[in-house]
T-cell receptor, first 113, second 114 residues
Framework: AQSVTQLGSHVSVSEGALVLLRCNYS??????LFWYVQYPNQGLQLLLKYTSAATLVKGINGFEAEFKKSETSFHLTKPSAHMSDAAEYFCAVSPSGFQKLVFGTGTRLLVSP | DTEVTQTPKHLVMGMTNKKSLKCEQH?????MYWYKQKAKKPPELMFV???????INESVPSRFSPECPNSSLLNLHLHALQPEDSALYLC?????????????FGEGSWLTVV
């Protein structure tokens, strides 16, 4: 079964620093991959998704992710963290054939002044 | 308008109560979903409706009963729940149930079973 693994349950950065959240997928064929953000006490908001059109995907709020087949990775980055980026980030995969999101365990991003 | 609306936002119910969670979208989407999210955990799929028909039931206990009255509405009927069912229940929709479509989530309904 297709799955994703998020390394690091918590990531702490200083405001203005680079944000790097890691996600690796397990799939024999390139899957559909997503990053969602969940702010405290809210639902999930789509940041970006990979559908094989381009390996570098740009999303909202300055985030982007690069699909690397050789590393089976889809890491999320942002050049400069802002306090408002503090949230839970979920990587998710949609197995081919049917729309069913399988989420990673999540990474909580903490941003300090 | 990319919005999925869920009501109520908060619900407290006893173990013998019957209550319902409601979800609405007006994006013309033909697939709708219920996810359950426990504290500090990722969302887990419960049900998928495709063109108003139940297409996936992830072995959810029968005390949870979904209903899709029309293409815009999705309900989750609750009966005889247990305290461990307390969680955030997320409704979502997508254009259809094909793999790769963006799934749009609502804000969720916080359920507490006492």
């Amino acid at each position: 079964a297709q799955s994703v693994t998020q390394l690091g349950s918590h990531v702490s950065v200083s405001e203005g620093a680079l944000v790097l959240l890691r996600c690796n997928y397990s799939s024999s064929v390139p899957p559909y991959l997503f990053w969602y953000v969940q702010y405290p006490n809210q639902g999930l908001q789509l940041l970006l998704k990979y559908t094989s059109a381009a390996t570098l995907v740009k999303g909202i709020n300055g985030f982007e992710a690069e699909f690397k087949k050789s590393e089976t990775s889809f890491h999320l980055t942002k050049p400069s963290a802002h306090m408002s980026d503090a949230a839970e980030y979920f990587c998710a995969v949609s197995p081919s054939g049917f729309q069913k999101l399988v989420f990673g365990t999540g990474t909580r991003l903490l941003v300090s002044p | 308008d990319t919005e999925v609306t869920q009501t109520p936002k908060h619900l407290v119910m006893g173990m013998t109560n019957k209550k319902s969670l409601k979800c609405e979208q007006h994006m013309g989407h033909r697939a709708m979903y219920w996810y359950k999210q426990k504290a500090k955990k990722p969302p887990e799929l419960m049900f998928v409706y495709s063109y108003e028909k139940l297409s996936i039931n992830e072995s959810v206990p029968s005390r949870f009963s979904p209903e899709c009255p029309n293409s815009s509405l999705l309900n989750l009927h609750l009966h005889a729940l247990q305290p461990e069912d307390s969680a955030l229940y997320l409704c979502a929709s997508s254009p259809d149930s094909s793999s790769g479509n963006t799934i749009y989530f609502g804000e969720g309904s916080w359920l507490t079973v006492v």
